[in-house]
């Protein structure tokens, strides 16, 4: 069923006992609806549990209140029935990306809330809005017509997803009513050089120097207008930092000149890989992640794979992408 914000507010009016679900592979966009949500929610008295079926990475630890307010599956599976009345899945875009909550996706009614274009509108009730800069800020309009009291720890909550799907407000996504929701945000509360300092100036040491590894294995094609990476096991341990608090650097290598698409293989368990895909200007690399079973938006996109052979998976790709840089280059004009 197709939805709107007013069908999203009147189930949640209807509903005391809220299980907010999250995806696996965790982003600030996904960590900071949930922790909005759920504080929003309890201001109207609601019963709320925020739930992701995956590790948060430690960058988004810093910030006390999300791992106050994030639990697990574990936490919840055991009288979930009796517990919950309604789910409400947030900036997810298939059933898979919810991990062990997939199987109870039949059991329970499902609002489902999303800004990517390639969402599968599996809720009962699907709100999917790909002109929103985040999910965060299909929350805020939620909280909004609420019209939930908000404190600076909420405020700050709610913008930290905000700011970081949209590059810290620099990406094609950041139109004008991204800034307007943002500066409602900041005069609520939030302070925006709080939550960049804590994501953006606060890198472990032992991550600069793993993109000196990165670096070694980049690689570059299609005239410049292809770089991609490999990042391992191997590496992230020579480093002892965990595949859950791994940086992908898949943004550092975007940012070369002329580069349009750029490509990070991520070894997250043995044989199995995340495919991290950006784009600069023009392709839709979102395409390129449906057609391998992943999901995105135009300028980010990913999928997972499982080789045994991973440079000649990287091969494959990588000159299947080039060919859609080939093909698509001639529909453009610039
Ligand atoms: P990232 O490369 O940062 O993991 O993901 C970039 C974007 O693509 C995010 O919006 C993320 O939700 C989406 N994405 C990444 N991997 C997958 C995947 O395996 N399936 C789906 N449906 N979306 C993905
Ligand atoms: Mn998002």
Redesign the pocket.
């Known amino acids: 069923m197709k939805g709107n914000i007013k069908e999203i507010t009147k189930e949640i009016v209807k509903n005391e006992k809220i299980l907010l679900v999250g995806?696996i592979?965790p982003?600030g966009?996904d960590v900071s609806s949930l922790t909005s949500m759920k504080l929003g929610l309890e201001k109207l008295g609601k019963k709320v549990s925020a739930v992701i079926d995956d590790d948060i990475p430690e960058y988004l630890l810093q910030f006390p209140t999300i791992k106050a307010s994030i639990e697990s599956f574990k936490d919840v599976e055991n009288n979930i029935y009796q517990n919950f009345d309604l789910m409400i899945i947030l900036?997810s875009?298939?059933p898979?990306?919810v991990g062990r909550f997939e199987k109870y996706l039949n059991s329970f009614r499902v609002l489902l809330i999303d800004h990517?274009v390639?969402n599968t509108h599996f809720g009962n009730i699907n709100w999917v809005d790909p002109t929103m800069g985040s999910t965060a800020q299909m929350v805020y309009r939620i909280l909004k017509d609420f019209n939930i009291d908000y404190d600076n720890e909420l405020a700050n909550m709610n913008l930290l997803g905000i700011a970081t799907d949209t590059g810290f407000f620099k990406y094609q996504n950041a139109g004008s009513t991204v800034f307007r929701d943002a500066a409602d945000l900041i005069e609520k509360g939030a302070n925006i050089s709080y939550i960049a300092n804590t994501i953006l100036d606060n890198t472990p040491l032992e991550h600069i120097l793993l993109y000196k590894d990165i670096l070694n294995e980049l690689k570059i094609t299609s005239e410049g207008r292809i770089a991609y990476s490999l990042l391992t096991l191997g590496m992230l341990a020579k480093y002892n930092i965990l595949p859950k608090d791994s940086p992908?650097f898949?943004e550092n290598i975007r940012s070369i000149r002329n580069v349009e698409i750029a490509i990070v293989f991520q070894e997250y368990k043995e044989n199995l890989y995340?495919v991290?895909?950006?784009s600069k200007k023009w392709a839709d690399v979102s395409k390129i992640?449906l057609k391998y079973?992943?999901?995105?938006?135009p300028r980010?996109?990913?999928?997972?794979i499982q080789t045994r052979n991973i440079e000649k998976s990287i091969k494959e790709i990588v000159e299947d992408i080039s060919k859609y840089l080939r093909e698509s280059i001639g529909d453009l004009t610039f």
Do not use: E, K, N, P
Request: proline share 0%; charged share 20%.
């Open positions: 995806h592979l982003d966009d900036d875009s298939s898979d990306r990517h390639t992908s898949v995340h991290s895909l950006r992640a079973g992943g999901g995105g938006h980010a996109a990913g999928f997972s």
